[in-house]
């Protein structure tokens, strides 16, 4: 694979580097996704980036997308973290619940939902995790008992990033109450504000709130809200999953790459004794290798059109690096390491980093899952299970 931008690719980038210069003000750079000043804002942001044509990069054009190739996704997600842009408001509704509608979707559906996620006129959220079914998505209880024209839904969910503003939520329910396992589930489009919803924010270590749990009492779900096949809600899911790791690499890497050059700035302004500077000089190694894996990925997608499994790769990869990095960032400051907010130095943005890279690790697969991912799908070693 050749690694340097095509002249379309290299036009397209310069293109985007001049929008963001001009449009990116400062009081929208470095705003992130769990603060209540992004709800505020986002919005208008996000319309901002789909008026500009950089939302929907990927999507057919038939569905208000740009039929662009993965590439300009990739130059998008890494120049929007270079600039420290805040991402589109409806990254649920962009990453997963769209891809699922675009190949599960009825055309009635696709033409309900996704112009609409494009514009973040309407938000999503994910409703699969809940409290005895996280990694082992398919021990979920979350009922859905078919009555006449429609569903009726009784659960929880939880860990449910963005339902407090969602309009509609991806939700996997047992419709089949002796089944077990990964049969019997079925995947359906919950309106939120529908009687019966109800979101309790949780409190995340960081002290915002960007995720909840759901609970669902004798919500009525119209059948034509079911994605998919009634039964049939795993191998939906499936969908979904493949593509909350799809591009994403991208943009971690970027990410990645902008908080390792602030810290190489902190490590020269304090002061770093030889032992720390091996950490930073392996942590700027693992970047490189995950921009190459990266690289892997791409060529991967583009030739067959699905995201392959060196996602979990750089997810895993990025995550647990991204721990190690915000760690040194406060040893390196010492004694104001405690400090937080506007006391803290820089306004709390290493404090907040390391606060919140510790979900970076269970999010979107925990480490240990995505271990087993990689042994598997990636080395093909036997199953564990
Ligand atoms: C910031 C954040 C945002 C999230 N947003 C959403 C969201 O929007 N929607 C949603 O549905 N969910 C969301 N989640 C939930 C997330 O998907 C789950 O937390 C995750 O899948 C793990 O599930 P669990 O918490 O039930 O832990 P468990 O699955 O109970 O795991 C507990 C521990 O056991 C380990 N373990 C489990 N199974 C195995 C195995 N087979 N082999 C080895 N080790 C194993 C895990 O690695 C973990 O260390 C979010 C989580 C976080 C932290």
């Known amino acids: 694979m050749d690694l340097r931008d095509t002249p379309a690719e290299a036009e397209f980038r310069a293109g985007l580097r001049a929008w963001l210069a001009a449009n990116l003000t400062g009081e929208l750079q470095g705003l992130r996704g769990?603060?209540?000043?992004?709800?505020?804002?986002?919005r208008e942001w996000s319309r901002?980036?789909?008026?500009?044509?950089?939302?929907g990069l990927t999507w057919p054009e038939e569905h208000g997308g740009q039929g662009a190739p993965y590439s300009h996704q990739a130059i998008f997600l890494e120049e929007m973290a270079r600039a420290e842009a805040p991402a589109h408001i409806g990254v649920i509704g962009l990453g997963m619940a769209g891809p699922t509608i675009i190949v599960h979707g009825t055309e009635a559906q696709k033409a309900r939902y996704l112009a609409n996620i494009l514009s973040a006129d309407e938000i999503w959220c994910q409703g699969f995790s809940e409290p005895g079914a996280g990694s082992d998505l398919a021990a979920v209880r979350c009922g859905a008992e078919l009555r006449g024209d429609r569903f009726v839904v009784n659960g929880q969910k939880v860990w449910s990033s963005y339902a407090h503003i969602a309009d509609f939520c991806i939700l996997v329910t047992?419709?089949?109450?002796?089944?077990?396992?990964?049969?019997?589930l079925t995947y359906l489009i919950a309106d939120m504000r529908a009687p019966g919803v109800e979101v309790r924010g949780l409190r995340?270590?960081?002290?915002?709130?960007?995720?909840?749990?759901?609970?669902?009492?004798?919500?009525?779900?119209p059948v034509e809200n079911v994605l998919g096949e009634i039964g049939g809600g795993w191998q939906v899911a499936m969908t979904t999953l493949l593509h909350e790791r799809g591009t994403m690499g991208f943009s971690l890497t970027a990410v990645l790459e902008v908080s390792l050059r602030k810290l190489i700035a902190l490590a020269r302004e304090r002061g770093a004794d030889a032992v720390q500077r091996d950490r930073l000089a392996k942590l700027w190694v693992e970047l490189q290798a995950l921009r190459y894996t990266n690289y892997?990925?791409?060529?991967?997608?583009?030739?067959?059109?699905t995201p392959g499994p060196e996602g979990s790769v750089t997810k895993l990869v990025w995550s647990e690096a991204n721990q190690r990095l915000t760690k040194?960032?406060?040893?390196?400051?010492?004694?104001?390491?405690?400090?937080?907010?506007?006391d803290a130095p820089f306004g709390g943005f290493w404090q907040w980093h390391q606060l919140r890279s510790r979900g970076n690790t269970i999010e979107a697969g925990t480490s240990e899952i995505l271990r087993n991912i990689v042994a598997e799908r990636v080395l093909g070693l036997p199953r564990g299970r």
């Open 34 to 42: 769990g603060a209540r000043r992004f709800e505020e804002f986002g």
């Open 328 to 342: 040194l960032a406060l040893e390196l400051l010492g004694p104001e390491a405690p400090l937080f907010e506007d």
């Open 296 to 305: 892997r990925a791409l060529s991967q997608l583009m030739k067959t059109g």
């Open 48 to 55: 901002k980036l789909y008026d500009a044509g950089y939302i």
């Open 204 to 221: 995340q270590i960081t002290g915002e709130s960007e995720f909840n749990e759901i609970f669902f009492t004798d919500v009525e779900v």
């Open 174 to 184: 047992r419709s089949d109450p002796a089944s077990l396992g990964h049969k019997g």
